[in-house]
């Protein structure tokens, strides 16, 4: 079975530090690009970052630029988020996508 599992999630204080990471099971995540996405309660779900299977090449939302970091080590066939400087509205459920499939998600809860 093709499905994506998230880890990491937990409750943080603000200004604390979380790593999600995003492993698959039944593929490689070498050849696509690998997507993070949340969703708060009453919110629809936003893209926060993705990792290019090419280049790299990375894309942040703006409220995360500079204080999350996106990362895939191919060898080890995971993807990261690694979230520092987190914010009572980084608070929501995360996601990872490559192409169609989805993870069942973690939650991330900031709060002191």
């Known amino acids: 079975q093709v499905q994506l599992v998230e880890s990491g999630g937990g409750l943080a204080q603000p200004g604390g530090s979380l790593r999600l990471s995003c492993t698959p099971s039944g593929f490689t995540l070498d050849y696509y690009t690998i997507g993070w996405f949340r969703q708060a309660p009453g919110k629809e779900r936003e893209a926060v970052s993705c990792?290019?299977?090419?280049?790299?090449?990375?894309y942040y939302l703006d409220s995360v630029k500079g204080r999350f970091t996106i990362s895939r080590d191919n060898a080890k066939n995971v993807a990261y988020l690694q979230m520092s400087s987190l914010k009572s509205e980084d608070t929501a459920v995360y996601y990872c996508k490559q192409r169609t499939t989805w993870g069942q998600g973690t939650q991330v809860t900031v709060s002191s």
């Open positions: 990792i290019s299977n090419n280049d790299g090449s990375t």
